[in-house]
């Protein structure tokens, strides 16, 4: 149980371009999904916390302009990066939580997808 | 504000051998603690949590975890390593007032040789 999905798994786009990036969970409803980025040989980085039905809260220094974050149902969100360039090349990665037999603040991670712009 | 220090970049040991990946966090509050892996181009496993009870808690295929409230740290250690256990470690915090929001350490790359 608690799996966590993410489409697609890898990305090449140009410059200019938008990509959308979706994360699911699979047999939980999650309230809450978190999405982050990751350089190489890099910690991960919280970008937004996304609570289903309401707007995503984004982490300081990240433009809320450029990375959309949709959480249209308890199972969906996705992160849209407009107008990407070669510096949003990265790892993006989203978790979900789920309240489950009492597990609480436990987050499960989706397999991520590296994004590269050209 | 709460943080994560994992004091090692890199870690390289032989086969067998044991290992202690080092995890220090500051917070003022109450704190769950994670250890996850990470293998290259794949998302976060999650290896061990504590969450309260017990201070020593232990994942399926040998590692363990000690949560030392007055040196804050919450170091993860097995006793013999395995080459299948090369891999991206990081440590985490949540603050159990902060709607599951994790706060990840730098990361301890494991490099284990024959």
């Known amino acids: 149980g608690a799996v966590v999905s993410q489409h697609p798994s890898w990305v090449i786009c140009k410059s200019g371009t938008s990509v959308k990036i979706e994360c699911r969970s699979l047999?939980?409803?999650?309230?809450?999904m978190f999405w982050y980025r990751q350089f190489p040989k890099q910690s991960l980085m919280l970008m937004a916390t996304?609570?289903?039905?309401?707007?995503?809260?984004?982490e300081q220094g990240v433009e809320k302009d450029k990375f959309l974050i949709n959480h249209a149902s308890l199972t969906l969100s996705t992160l849209t990066v407009t107008s990407a360039h070669p510096e949003d090349s990265s790892f993006y990665i989203c978790s979900a939580t789920a309240y489950l037999a009492g597990v609480k603040n436990e987050q499960f991670f989706g397999p991520g997808t590296r994004l590269t712009v050209l | 504000a709460q943080s994560v220090t994992q004091l090692d970049s890199q870690v390289p040991v032989f086969e067998e051998a044991p290992v202690e990946l080092r995890c220090n966090y500051s917070?003022?509050?109450?704190?769950?603690l994670f250890w996850y892996v990470q293998y290259p181009n794949q998302g976060l496993q999650l290896l061990l949590k504590y969450l309260s009870g017990s201070t020593l808690v232990e994942s399926i295929n040998g590692f363990e975890a000690e949560f030392n409230k007055s040196q804050t740290s919450f170091h993860l250690r097995k006793p013999s390593v395995h080459i299948s256990d090369t891999a991206e470690y990081f440590c985490?915090?949540?603050?159990?007032?902060?709607?599951?929001?994790?706060?990840f350490g730098q990361g301890t790359e494991l490099s284990v040789k024959p």
């Open positions: 985490a915090v949540s603050e159990n007032n902060q709607g599951g929001k994790l706060i």
């Open positions: 047999d939980f409803q999650a309230t809450t």
């Open positions: 917070s003022s509050v109450s704190v769950y």
């Open positions: 996304s609570n289903e039905g309401s707007k995503a809260t984004y």
